[in-house]
């Protein structure tokens, strides 16, 4: 521990007053310590001193914490700060001191997720990325809990992991959890079964020190009772190289970290299973959690929603269907505010191993204060029978009746005769290709902004750095689109009115330049053939309607419109569409093309289950 650290403990005893619940004053004190940690990282121009030094003023203020909590209850041990060479200097105690402050108006659990929040503001940026750290609000850890309970775990008898434990955002409420169980035992066999079953793996060793520390504050009165520590229960290690125990645990938990991942050899041999392209870290430990778990076991993670749809994660559902099926899957309804600078949905699962496929109870998840959440039944849907399908989620009740209508439509936009690819060109690395200005080599350059939001083709570069034009060169033919196709933009977010945004490429336009070139953020829906049995109009009108958009947004939780959903889109059939073919033709109104849509789909118009 770092000599300023140990004068600091003695300099700055703070009164430590717990309250069963987080109150204005707790927000109002951890959000002024935030304010103040913002301030003092930004002087760190080097993301190593950057981490040091937010490890030694969090083990400085953890450590004060420790020992505001001895002076007013007795002594209990707890480990020591790992060494950090790191001094604190004025501004660094006094915000370490604020940090103990705020830590005691609230409850030891609400402390070690405000704290272990704040080691994830402080470190440095690229760190955060590359390991995907992310903590989870007492809230979800409690009602992913819930849901693991809710699935059979016992809290008498159940081994417990975490294999990704972080500040121990998930340990601490499960010890927590044994204990209440335990509560007419001896407080030596209460820890001696904690000891005996709770585990937790973390990479980060300052992390896994903060983890084992939370769980000795919390388990503080068991082992003041006992006369004796609490063993470390948290191995510092890379958990994807760790080997499976023979008799596995009824319970992997956790909020793994995400994130694209470079595999060394030997990790891709042992996950080729569950990998398709991109390795994705929490799709490893989906992986990783049904090695771990033992057959009827639980599994329960916080995760993105990805996994249910995401062409890279077409064989880790393949592989949980076969090894895990999902019991639950519940929806974080706002993805702001929940998790710290994270713009994908979330969705709190639960999977059994070994177990049959069962119907998927869905839920919609909206935490309403900081230790509480607001949930909504969303009905239950059943995996697709194709494996490596996307799997339909619910995002709203009126979604419940448009899934089971989907479940029976066989076609896609293959049977219509198109196929889905990416605008070929990635403009910066042809900057010196684009012109504001029609020459004889030159050809109309197609950005996103081209595509209205009311489904309309524009030509237009109205944004920075976009020019209406790109000078064709020789081996540039790849480029270049000479056909007319569908447009979609390939990027939109569930809180717009629509998902899916498209629009025709009008043939006499592309007749008359002779081509285009379209940039990298359109998705291009081009005939297959040399003839489509849908024409481009009526694809377009389709594409834009409000049940495919309201279909789409049960397919897809990221911001990326993808080719692989899009053509796993459940469409009309081609003689169903006869009518939509008639209507496009007599230039009905979107109004009357999407009442039609939603009387084939059987849903009411514009999207409301029935």
Known sequence: MPRAARQSLKTAPVRVVRKPAQSRADISSFASVRGMLTGWVSSFSNGLVRNRAAQGLLANAIEAYCT?????EGEFAHTPAPTNSFDLDLGAKALSRAIVEAASLTTPSRAAFEIGALYTLALSPEFRSENGVYYTPPSLSAHLLDMAEAGGVDWRTARVLDPACGGGAFLSPAAERIVAALSDCLPSLVLQNVASRLRGMELDPFAAWMSQVFLEITLRNVTRAAGRALPNLVSVCDSLDASPPEDGFDLVIGNPPFGKVKLSVEQRARYKRSLYGHANLYGLFLDLAARFAKSGGVIAYVTPTSFLAGEYFKALRATLLEEAPPTAIHLVADRKGVFE????ETALSTFKRGSKRVPIAARHIQPSSSETLEATDLGSIRPPIEPESPWLLPRSAADAVLIKRLAGKRTRLADWGYTVSTGPLVWNRHKPQLTAKLKKNSLPLIWAEAITADGRFVFRADKKNHTPYFNVERGDDWLVTHKPCVLLQRTTAKEQHRRIIAAELPAAFVKKHGGVVIEN??????????????????????LNSSVIDQAFRCISGSVAVSAFELEALPLPTVRQMAAIEKLVAAKSSPAVINAKLAAIYGVESPGRAR
């Open 521 to 542: 953020h359109i998705n291009m829906v081009r005939p297959i053939g040399a003839t489509a049995k849908i024409s481009p109009a009526a694809l377009a009108a389709v």
């Open 341 to 344: 600078g994270v713009l994908q």
């Open 68 to 72: 505001a909590l001895q002076g007013i």
